[in-house]
């Protein structure tokens, strides 16, 4: 579905992403993993086109996304959840879940608001809540479930597990394995080891902005040099 291929992303002149590649199939889960500063929030922005890179391929469905602005990578079907979430603060649940509608979309699961309060009971609770009075973990339910009003093919979760209590991640991971359930292709960026683990199909591990591994986690717990080398502190 996702195919990323030798991307070179800058910051001004700082060479973030240096050559990056992987793939991503429909209707996988897969985990981008590494330090702060590995690159895992770059790639992110990158394949969305918020980050252009300057060298390499973005196909989605085999369309290239290089050289579109970010608002048709997102009609494309590509629903993106950043990591500071940038919900409306002075809109209520309902209404920011609006701001997310798009189409039906061929190929994707098709959510109503109905569905999203299921998946996030917390959100149905509190629908007529504003932003601003929902906790951190609260907000990062209503950032997903607003892109899913978009009806993504592929989901992209920048660190969905950051600072955020520990019964609401359980409550994440639940959703996300959910989500994979329903035949929704994601990819996610984490630091969180167990949480990857437990909701992911395969890890790709970034330093640097370059690739250092690409496997199951089962490869990975065989390889400790390679976990040590680069997601220990």
């Known amino acids: 579905m996702l195919e990323v291929s ?9 060479h973030i992403l240096d050559g990056l590649s992987f793939s991503v199939a429909r209707g996988e889960v897969v985990a981008l993993l590494g330090r702060n500063g590995a690159g895992k929030s770059t790639t992110m922005k990158s394949v969305m086109q918020l980050v252009p890179p300057r060298a390499g391929s973005v196909s989605f469905e085999g369309r290239e996304l290089v050289g579109l602005p970010a608002y048709r990578t997102a009609k494309a079907g590509l629903g993106y959840v950043p990591e500071d979430r940038r919900i409306f603060s002075d809109l209520t649940v309902l209404e920011n879940l609006e701001v997310g509608r798009q189409p039906p979309r061929e190929g994707a699961p098709h959510w109503t608001v109905a569905q999203l309060f299921e998946l996030f009971p917390n959100l149905a609770e509190r629908r007529h809540n504003r932003g601003k009075h929902m906790s951190g973990g609260e907000q990062q339910m209503l950032s997903i479930a607003r892109t899913l009003m978009g009806n993504p093919a592929l989901l992209l979760l920048d660190e969905p597990s950051e600072g955020i209590a520990p019964v609401i991640v359980e409550q994440m991971a639940r959703s996300i394995l959910t989500l994979k359930a329903e ?14 683990r437990a909701v992911a199909d395969r890890a790709i591990i970034l330093e640097s902005g370059q690739k250092k591994f690409d496997g199951s986690f089962a490869l990975l717990e065989k390889q400790p040099e390679i976990r040590d080398a680069y997601l220990s502190v």
């Open 6 to 14: 030798a991307i070179h992303s800058f910051y001004g002149k700082a």
């Open 183 to 196: 035949g929704l292709t994601v990819l996610i960026s984490e630091q969180n080891l167990h949480f990857a």
